[in-house]
């Protein structure tokens, strides 16, 4: 059985196949317990091109996190073929492929009497690395998850925050800089606050280290954001479709993958675009809260706009000021106006910026880099074009796609 055998109707396309050899290959993938009547995995096939995020996602029970798991081997499958990067590892040693593959979960799983450096230093140590070269690499892997090596490294598990927890046990499975990465429900018991900023750094990690990522969800928008490339399983994962974010959405296989998404198709295709990807107003007018109100008036009255933008001397937001604003200043900008509203980072999704303009006075978002330094203005016709966009394009590929089938 094919993929898009498994795809349950019409209108889905096998987003997997490509001319190029996968990263991972599942053929016939089974798995089936003693006492049970139907195979708790029935005879999954897929490709998982390399340098994507491909999510399962399902209901619970479905069988996601069992699949995911034989794919290192954890779980030991009853038929079927397992290929690594173009080689057979069904019978391979599993310890020495569950080296080569990277693996998250929910409950990050730190030891707790080793501190944050021998964590992230498990692996590299039982590849016999030398000292010198694994004081690098945690040195590094801290650095790129956003945490001072000066600070973290000598910590324990129980010193850090959910959030930073998480972040080690990414840092732990990149040590060894394995190409493919599971990861189970890694975000699930945090927070939504934190979850979304994890998720961002996550896809900013994603774009620097280009591994195949398998990432097994429950959360339907989360996977919407995240992959590439989803696979949406129905009972004994079996495959319902397979295929992009975009094209499920605008293309759903079956009423069962209609149901799954859930009401608000349109909103949801606001995952699908980071505010990074759009293009902003960068015509705003900015002064320096730090300098004159008669400075920031005549800079005001020369923009033709309405508001003027107070940014810090490293070119932050700090608040918005207009003409009456300046009168009343006396002098002090620090005071004026309101503060600032609907920070956004570029890596955050359309609609989480949606949702912080939906909140904000100023009905627009403030886009801001990684330091937090202004890079522009989003607003509310920016996003509906985009969506209409994405809607668009996805019809487009599904019409190509469907006259070359046919």
């Not at 003693?34 to 029935?42: E, H, L, N, S, T």
């Not at 999954?44 to 996601?64: A, F, H, Q, Y």
Request: net charge negative.
């Amino acid at each position: 059985m094919t993929a898009t055998d498994q795809i349950a109707g019409p209108g889905a396309s096998q987003a997997a196949a490509t001319t190029a050899e996968p990263m991972i290959r599942l053929e016939e993938l089974t798995k089936s317990y003693r006492g049970q009547k139907k195979p708790a995995v029935d005879r999954v096939t897929m490709d998982m091109p390399r340098g994507e995020i491909i999510v399962l996602v399902g209901p619970s029970g479905c069988g996601k996190t069992t699949t995911m798991e034989l794919i290192n081997r954890l779980i030991e499958p009853t038929s079927g073929r397992i290929h690594l990067d173009g080689e057979d590892v069904t019978t391979a040693d599993p310890d020495t492929l569950r080296r080569r593959i990277g693996y998250v979960i929910q409950q990050i799983g730190l030891f707790p009497h080793f501190t944050v450096g021998e964590n992230i230093a498990t692996v590299p140590k039982l590849l016999g690395w030398d000292k010198a070269r694994i004081g690098n690499r945690v040195d590094e892997l801290l650095d790129l998850v956003g945490l001072d090596p000066a600070v973290f490294a000598k910590r324990y598990p129980k010193e850090l925050s959910g959030g930073q927890r998480q972040r080690i046990g990414v840092a732990r499975a990149l040590a060894a800089d394995p190409p493919v990465m599971l990861m189970d429900e890694p975000f699930g018991a945090i927070d939504p606050i934190t979850r979304e900023r994890l998720q961002n750094e996550f896809l900013r990690l994603q774009q620097q280290v280009k591994k195949t990522i398998v990432f097994v969800t429950h959360d339907i928008d989360e996977a919407i954001k995240l992959g590439d490339r989803i696979a949406i399983l129905g009972e004994q994962s079996r495959i319902a479709q397979y295929d992009t974010p975009a094209n499920i959405l605008s293309n759903p296989a079956s009423t069962y993958v209609e149901d799954f998404i859930g009401s608000g198709a349109s909103l949801k295709r606001l995952n699908l675009s980071l505010v990074g990807d759009v293009a902003l107003d960068t015509g705003a007018a900015t002064a320096r809260i730090d300098g004159t109100a008669a400075e920031a008036r005549d800079t005001l009255e020369s923009s033709g706009r309405s508001a003027l933008l107070l940014l810090d001397g490293q070119g932050r937001p700090q608040r918005w000021v207009d003409a009456r604003d300046l009168d009343r200043a006396d002098g002090d900008l620090r005071r004026a106006g309101e503060p600032v509203s609907a920070l956004v980072d570029t890596g955050a999704t359309l609609s989480y910026a949606l949702n912080e303009m939906l909140t904000s006075n100023a009905g627009v978002a403030l886009v801001v880099d990684g330091s937090g330094a202004f890079q522009g203005l989003l607003d509310f016709e920016t996003v509906m074009v985009t969506t209409r966009s994405i809607q668009r394009d996805s019809s487009d590929f599904y019409r190509a796609a469907k006259a070359v089938t046919d």
